[in-house]
């Protein structure tokens, strides 16, 4: 095999491929943070409400007050609605709208994740479904509560929701290359192959001219695969060095995503929440937040379109050094692939999926799957968190809607701090992701852990006025904690499954990473209920959620992270051959 160019670095193509990454992190995160967790459900379930009968006699609308006689005290009571031939409750409406959204969403990911890793296509297929999203958003604002058409609010808020999470899926499988094509990759990169090569020459990065030139040899070892002990020390130390800068510069450039995408949530937030307040809540008020969340999202689209790449413009060359699979040493330069087919590629998308959860694929990528079975405990249980610590203000705490919503502002822009201060912190004390990962899990748990102090004597008895989340002041101190916390988490858990991802196949792998995510959602919510249920104290659940969380640290302790990038590397080659 021919021995490849030394990497390049353009300067202005790269940073032009990244101003239009975070552009449309900074776009979509709004439809999250505005309308998905916030006015989203309170708006479907108020259209339902609108048009509803009360129970049991299904005649008087959902609208007009009951009030007691005796007392002359509002009552409350069963709101449903009728849809087609079936009577549903105003609030289960909003549920049912969501768990299809989910469901179909799922379908999505894993049908696009072909197309997505096609490069030419995957530019395309990010707009498309952003179009989707924000144009469904959009439309809220043309259909009030009073119209015939009203149900059409549930395909809306469904294809809003599959719009959004196809669209991130494609954005996320952006992350490894743009990582592995910055400038201090790129030359870190250059210095081990020199050194690999015996070179002499400079191993600084020299400037591309030409954009096929840059990119030629991506997916390709950058050299044949020598055995452990054909390396020198000063190669390891080379080498190690490498794969440290390209972890902090995957997470340095995902939590900065999440960073720009908190910003933007928190100020469509506060903008969408003046006509909430200035209309008190009306149905028409939350229309109008989504629709002006649809927008912002379709109007800052428009520069991730402009400077996102239309191709994989980035490198995704093999450092894999260590292993004595030598069908990667045959990959050939160049792989004959037949014309691009929609359907086939969605065809083949179903068949790849199940050919990766064979055993005899879970084997071969060990760690990626190890790490997919720790993201399904710490994604449902950061989830859970959330939520149980919502509703313990609600319930508990007695706190008004007013202070929950401030605790959700609070949240994000606590969340900000976390993202753009933990890649710092972890630069000056030389943190490799997986301890950043293990740090923020274990900080996290102390939050529900914090929770379980209220059952000792000194904090149920009152003898002490603070402390154990027995005062609503807590929850305040709790978000802004926690959401430092969260918002790092995110950015680093995406960082970090990156490192396991094969070449060429991250949208595909994004898709699997997402359906993990989505796939554990319920669980955590379900135990609680029943703790709550059961208990009548949904305090109990702190202590569910505690051990949920430590579940998942063994797990994630477990990875091989060195061992994850070689299998992944070998991986791609043998996929090559397989298909040569």
Known sequence: MSEPELPTFDKQKYRRHLRGWFSYAFASEVFVIVSLTLFLPICLEQFARDNGYLLPDKTQPCTVPVTSPATDVEEDARCVVKLGWLWIDSASFSLYVYSISVALQALTVISMGGIADHPPHRKKLLL??????????ILFLLIPSTSP???????????????FGASIVALNAYIPTLAQGAQEVVAARAKLVQLLRGSTGSAEPRESADETEEFSGAHQPLLARPSDGDLSDDTRKVKAEHDQVLSATTSRISSQGIALGYASGIVMLLLALIP?????????SLRLAIGLSGIWWALFTIPAAIWLPGASSVPQTSLALAGDNEEADSVPNSVEEPSWSMT?????????????????????????????????LLSDGFTTITSTALLFGKTTLHMPPSSLILIGALTPTAGILGSLIWPAIQRRAGWSNLRVLVVLVIMASAIPAYGCLG???VFREGSVKFGGLTTPAEMYVLAVYFGSVYGAFQGYARAFYAEFIPPGEEAR?????????????FVGPLIVGLIADTTGNIRYAFFFLVCMIWAAVPILMSVDVERGREDAQRYTGAAFVAHS
């Open 128 to 137: 498309a479904f952003a179009a989707l999203g924000s144009a469904s958003a």
């Open 344 to 376: 086939r590629e969605i065809g083949r998308a179903w068949k790849r999926l199940g050919q990766m959860l064979k055993w005899r694929e879970i084997k071969r990528l060990r760690n990626t799957f190890v790490y997919l079975a720790a993201w399904f």
């Open 149 to 163: 058409v009203w149900p059409l609010v549930a395909p809306l808020a469904i294809c809003a929701n599959v719009g």
């Open 276 to 284: 909430v307040r200035a209309m008190q809540g009306s149905t028409n």
């Open 455 to 457: 059952f000792l004597p």
């Open 509 to 521: 792998w994004y898709a699997l990473f997402s359906i993990t995510d989505k796939s554990s959602s």
